[in-house]
T-cell receptor, first 114, second 113 residues
Framework: GDSVTQMEGPVTLSEEAFLTINCTYTATGYPSLFWYVQYPGEGLQLLLKATKADDKGSNKGFEATYRKETTSFHLEKGSVQVSDSAVYFC?????????????FGTGTRLTIIP | EADIYQTPRYLVIGTGKKITLECSQTMGHDKMYWYQQDPGMELHLIHYSYGVNSTEKGDLSSESTVSRIRTEHFPLTLESARPSHTSQYLCASARSGVYNEQFFGPGTRLTVL
């Protein structure tokens, strides 16, 4: 079945450090890929998405590139801030009519220290 | 800005009580979902709906039930709550169509004593 494997956390970085959170996937077709973020006490928010190979999603300084050859969608940010502390979820969906469910990774907790 | 609401945000109840968690969205989305999030953060799909009068069980077996009588409303009910039901419950909705981007509510944190 379809699955998403995420880098295990927690991840702790200093402010202004470079961030990478690894995400790889297994899917029978050609999925769309997403990164969601969950701030403390809140629901999930879509951070960025990519719908086909070589697409780059970007938002709020975060980027991720859909790599079909390595089945990966790693999340990166050049300089993190304390406000980026949250849990990050990688997810995929296969666009099969009548069976469109998100498959989530287990989440990576990120803490940024000043 | 997503317009999806969940009430209550926090609920503490005793074993055996019947409870209903409310979820409403004002975006006219056909698709709605309930997830259970365990303390380790992992999300499990427990129910979903593709429209009015449509409900399906998700990947994780749940003793809860859902109904979809109106497009905007997707309540989840536990007939007899138990401590094992203690969890965070997240509701989401999505348009039909290409990306199926899901918009999430703020969640209900349920504690059953």
């Amino acid at each position: 079945g379809d699955s998403v494997t995420q880098m295990e956390g927690p991840v702790t970085l200093s402010e202004e450090a470079f961030l990478t959170i690894n995400c790889t996937y297994t899917a029978t077709g050609y999925p769309s890929l997403f990164w969601y973020v969950q701030y403390p006490g809140e629901g999930l928010q879509l951070l960025l998405k990519a719908t086909k190979a070589d697409d780059k999603g970007s938002n709020k300084g975060f980027e991720a590139t859909y790599r079909k050859e390595t089945t990966s969608f790693h999340l990166e940010k050049g300089s993190v801030q304390v406000s980026d502390s949250a849990v990050y979820f990688c997810a995929l969906i296969l666009l099969n009519f009548g069976n469109e469910k998100l498959t989530f990774g287990t989440g990576t907790r990120l803490t940024i220290i000043p | 800005e997503a317009d999806i609401y969940q009430t209550p945000r926090y609920l503490v109840i005793g074993t055996g009580k019947k409870i209903t968690l409310e979820c409403s969205q004002t975006m006219g989305h056909d698709k709605m979902y309930w997830y259970q999030q365990d303390p380790g953060m992992e999300l499990h799909l427990i129910h979903y709906s593709y429209g009015v009068n449509s409900t399906e069980k998700g990947d994780l077996s749940s003793e809860s039930t859902v109904s979809r009588i109106r497009t905007e409303h997707f309540p989840l009910t536990l007939e007899s709550a138990r401590p094992s039901h203690t969890s965070q419950y997240l509701c989401a909705s999505a348009r039909s169509g290409v990306y199926n981007e899901q918009f999430f509510g703020p969640g209900t944190r349920l504690t059953v004593l």
